[in-house]
């Protein structure tokens, strides 16, 4: 990993651990602050509360400020706030601390993102999107996993001290080798929001949200899933989701080159898998080395989808200004998994049995697909559209004389000099038709 993209995934594996560890943690702190557990898990959801509602709109304030002063305040503040959490003497304290630290989380990543695919050569783009989002994999796997180890020998305030650390060091390298010139931006609110009207990125964030519910209405429940389905034993339910876990490290890797070589192809493709992975699962998860496979490639599936969605933001914004628009596919990531939680749950609310979630989750799956291939045909459409007008527009076979421009005199240009030589200028050059790679 080129050194440059190393503190952008520290930034990131900080703020994926802050997010996920309460969740590890949560009978401790519950226990410790005199409050219930339905209380204490309040926490997690007013986290994400604040990376949904607040989070693009501290992104649209700060869209004018250069993009190091903004990385190394907006870690100074995410850094403060663990801080805080570690200290807090009570349940208020505490949620003030969680609050403070998702209002960071959108605009942190988002910049991370940009700013990776800003440093990356042009066509790998994805794949520098992916070495930073290992962050969110080593979060998940290695992350949360040793702040619950920690909480069992030094107590839950010792995981928010760990990632105040982290964060801490992930600020002194931003400082030390910033990762893009202190320059301002170029664009502003007006450019970010402008950004949001490109139909291939409200698409896309459509297919961020879709993905996501279809991921998330079985993921809640893995661990009934392992055990329940699957007959495995209680005491190796965490060894599995690390293994689980090592399947997405790979499969992030591996999308974002992915990515690079054909974006939306490979997009339709992973997700394609996705849906065919977890109906397979439906099918067969009462099998326990079936199951564990499955699972194994859905975690790969699941973050090989990532670079791709980031990455086609980035593409369909060209040079303008995608923050905003990044900041609100990660808010679509939350939304699609708050509501692939819920739904998930009515159903097994409903008594359908886990069978007819995960079944769900492949239906999701599937539809998120269907909008990815519908994009990717619109692109094919468009391309070729394009590439005939230009080669019309640029055939001297296909007429005489070249094109004369609207309201320019009514005499034909010849093509050529008596000489066979093209004039260095014309008195009315060529108009090229081209057309709008934009798709609606």
Not at 144 to 166: C, M, Y
């Amino acid at each position: 990993m080129p050194f440059a993209l190393f503190p952008l995934m520290l930034c990131v594996f900080s703020v994926g651990s802050a997010e996920l560890v309460v969740a590890g943690v949560l009978p401790a702190i519950a226990g410790d602050l005199d409050v219930s557990l339905s209380d204490a898990g309040l926490l997690v959801t007013a986290y994400a509360l604040g990376v949904v509602v607040l989070g693009p709109l501290i992104t649209l304030a700060s869209s004018r400020v250069p993009r190091t002063p903004l990385l190394l305040g907006l870690m100074g503040l995410f850094t403060a706030s663990n801080v805080l959490a570690a200290l807090a003497p009570g349940y208020a304290v505490l949620m003030a601390a969680r609050v403070l630290s998702a209002i960071t989380h959108c605009t942190l990543f988002a910049v991370c993102i940009v700013v990776a695919g800003s440093l990356a050569e042009k066509g790998k783009e994805a794949t520098a999107v992916s070495r930073v989002a290992v962050g969110l994999n080593l979060a998940t796997v290695l992350g949360v996993p040793l702040g619950v180890l920690l909480e069992e020998h030094l107590g839950w305030r010792s995981a928010f001290w760990s990632i105040a650390g982290l964060s801490l060091l992930a600020l002194a390298l931003v400082a030390w080798r910033p990762p893009v010139a202190p320059v301002p931006v170029a664009g502003g609110a007006v450019d970010e929001l402008r950004v949001l009207r490109n139909p291939q990125v409200q698409i896309a964030i459509l297919i961020t949200a879709l993905a996501m519910a279809g991921v998330f209405t079985a993921y809640t429940f893995v661990n009934p899933i392992l055990t329940s389905m699957g007959g495995f034993d209680d005491s190796t339910v965490s060894w599995l989701l690390l293994l689980v876990g090592c399947g997405s490290l790979i499969g992030n890797l591996i999308g974002g080159k992915l990515a690079d070589r054909a974006l939306m192809p490979s997009l339709v493709g992973v997700l394609a898998v996705l849906g065919a992975d977890l109906a397979l699962m439906a099918l067969g998860g009462r099998t326990p080395w079936l199951l564990l496979v499955l699972l194994v490639v859905f975690g790969a599936a699941y973050f090989a989808v990532m670079p791709g969605l980031q990455a086609r933001i980035l593409t369909a914004a060209g040079g303008g200004a995608p923050t905003l628009a990044i900041a609100i596919n990660i808010g679509a990531f939350n939304i699609g998994i708050a509501f692939g939680a819920w739904f998930g749950g009515q159903l097994l609310g409903l008594d359908l049995g886990l069978r007819a979630v995960i079944a769900a989750s492949a239906l999701l799956s599937w539809l998120a697909t269907a909008v990815a291939a519908r994009e990717l045909t619109k692109d094919r459409r468009a391309g070729a559209a394009t590439g005939a007008s230009t080669a019309t527009a640029t055939d001297p076979t296909a007429t005489p004389h070249r094109a004369v421009p609207v309201g320019a005199p009514h005499r034909a240009v010849p093509a050529t000099t008596p000489q066979g030589a093209v004039p260095a200028t014309t008195p009315n050059p060529p108009v090229h038709a081209t057309a709008d790679a934009t798709t609606d």
